[in-house]
């Protein structure tokens, strides 16, 4: 595609791209040799130059997380790998996981070495059991060739990796709960503060990091951030993994410097729209994002743009929606999602979700929702709005409300007798 702009893309290309032999010829690992003659301290001021941002969602600055871990705490600290990829419709991380898995691994140990920690943990899902031998067999090249254990290339660190299967659950992507289905309790979130990086697994400083985040950690060493920070704007560096699905002709994952290109274009450039399709609406980060009308998608995809038309980049998930659904199925659908994968932890996103659901159900039957329908659903989003422990009901109450302000008349349109 000519609007491609493969950069992470770029190592999962050969047939056999996950070995060490094909990652090795791309370079690989010269970012690790590089942050093996910094000072941790200079990694992290590598890092925030770049301007690399979080991909799992919040888009955090990474350099920034970084730098939040205690220098002076004595140990242990850790480095997780955020491999739970749960957000509906997003499935860019597999990609990097199955055919470039040292990318990910380098980064995980170049984030160690920047931190201070000797061990790493990929937090995977479960749902990609099927990649664990290819990790697995990452993992013991790696350590073959030097590039994780003790003294790693005779520089006296020493950092190891282990893989720890999830159970499923969405609710364990979210970093305070990937912690504490990492110390193998039930995942419900966390109250913060204290921060991750100060309490963190087994109560210790952890950088939790989305796999994309820490896929781009070599090649800003390798590279530098100067010439990093030269490809995006100056909100949103870099590249981004896309994986777009719905309605459109040539679904998967796709990689663009952000900003050079909107959303609009991706959507009919680039994965095309087929002819018979009416576009509904467009989930531009996964069903956590806030859905756009088909005429908001002029916007350019960067953090930036995307937040001033009130919704986010999130997981870089784009859901294209065209009129052989409808908004009532669409709103029932992604609020049964919540409601199902609510922890249950807090009565707001407990019982609300669950009301929510009991209504869309009845509404879909029926075939609309009546105005006592709206006002009732609206209150419901309403007193949840900010009542919840964590932001799952604050999805599930946000999704309903922009639904009822973009699609109200949708809704509420009865069906035509035939
Ligand atoms: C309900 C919920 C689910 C999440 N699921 C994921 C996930 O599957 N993968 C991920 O990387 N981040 C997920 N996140 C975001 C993480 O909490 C966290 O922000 C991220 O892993 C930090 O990495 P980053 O700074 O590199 O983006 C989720 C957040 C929430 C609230």
């Not at 659908?333 to 249950?344: D, K, L, P, Q, V």
């Given at each position: 595609m000519a609007k491609e702009y493969r950069l992470l893309l770029s190592y999962t290309e050969k047939p056999e791209s996950h070995t060490i032999e094909a990652y090795e010829s791309l370079g690989g690992y010269s970012g690790l040799r590089r942050a093996l003659e910094m000072e941790p301290d200079e990694i992290i001021e590598e890092v925030k130059k770049a301007g690399l941002k979080g991909r799992g969602g919040a888009a955090f600055p990474t350099g920034r997380k970084w730098s939040f871990i205690p220098k002076d705490h004595p140990g242990p600290k850790y480095v997780v790998d955020n491999a739970d990829e749960g957000e509906p419709g997003t499935f860019k991380d597999r990609e990097l996981l199955y055919r470039a898995p040292h990318l990910v691994l380098e980064g995980m140990t170049i984030a160690g070495r920047a931190i201070g920690a000797r061990e790493g943990y990929m937090y995977l899902r479960y749902e990609y059991l099927w990649i664990f031998p290819r990790i697995k067999r990452a993992i013991r090249e790696a350590y073959a060739k030097g590039y994780l254990g003790k003294n790693i290339l005779g520089s006296g660190f020493d950092f190891d990796i282990y893989v720890y299967l999830g159970a499923g659950a969405y609710i364990a992507g979210y970093a305070v709960s990937t912690l504490e289905s990492l110390e193998g309790k039930r995942p419900y979130p966390r109250l913060k503060p204290p921060r991750t990086s100060?309490?963190?697994l087994y109560g210790k400083p952890t950088a939790v990091n989305n796999v994309e985040t820490h896929a781009n950690v070599p090649i800003i060493l390798s590279k530098g951030a100067d010439w990093y920070s030269q490809l995006g704007t100056p909100e949103s560096r870099g590249t981004r993994l896309f994986s777009i699905s719905g309605a459109v002709k040539r679904p998967g994952v796709y990689e663009f410097e952000l900003g050079s290109l909107t959303l609009r274009e991706f959507i009919y450039d680039v994965a095309g729209?087929?002819?018979?399709?009416?576009?509904?609406?467009?989930?531009?980060?996964?069903?956590?994002?806030?859905?756009?009308?088909?005429?908001?998608?002029?916007?350019?995809m960067t953090h930036e743009d995307l937040e001033k038309v009130g919704s986010t980049l999130g997981s870089g998930a784009v859901i294209v929606l065209d009129r052989s659904t409808s908004a009532l199925k669409v709103?029932?659908?992604?609020?049964?999602?919540?409601?199902?994968?609510?922890?249950?932890k807090c009565t707001p996103c407990r019982e609300g979700g669950n009301w929510m659901t009991r209504l869309l159900v009845n509404a879909e039957k029926r075939g609309y929702m009546t105005k006592d329908d709206v006002s009732l659903l609206r209150e419901i989003a309403d007193m949840m709005r900010g009542r919840n422990f964590c932001p799952l009901g604050d999805s599930a109450e946000m999704v309903a409300r922009v639904f009822l302000s973009k699609y109200e008349d949708e809704l509420t349109r009865q069906p035509v007798a035939a």
């Open positions: 100060q309490v963190g729209v087929p002819e018979d399709a009416e576009i509904l609406g467009v989930f531009p980060g996964g069903l956590s994002s806030q859905i756009l009308t088909p005429d908001e998608l002029d916007v350019p709103l029932r659908r992604a609020i049964e999602f919540f409601s199902y994968e609510s922890c249950g």
